[in-house]
């Protein structure tokens, strides 16, 4: 995370949150709360992966 210029504390917000969809995505039902867990890992993997590619690091 540092070398794409993120602060420290960002991987501690971004991490708690991901923690978090795990118990929405496991249990059957739900499904509600399901697709919103879904749509914000799609939206938190793509953003890294966007930001990876804009940072031009390997």
């Known amino acids: 995370?540092?070398?794409l210029g993120c602060?420290?504390?960002f991987l501690l917000i971004?991490?708690?949150w991901k923690v978090?969809?795990?118990p929405a995505i496991l249990p059957?039902?739900?499904t509600?709360?399901?697709e919103w867990a879904y749509a914000g890992a799609f939206f938190n993997?793509?953003?890294a992966v966007f930001s990876h590619l804009a940072s031009g690091s390997e």
């Open 45 to 47: 993997f793509s953003g």
């Open 7 to 9: 602060p420290a504390y």
């Open 1 to 3: 995370m540092q070398a």
């Open 32 to 34: 509600r709360l399901k």
């Open 14 to 16: 971004i991490g708690s």
């Open 20 to 22: 978090l969809s795990v």
């Open 28 to 30: 059957p039902g739900f």
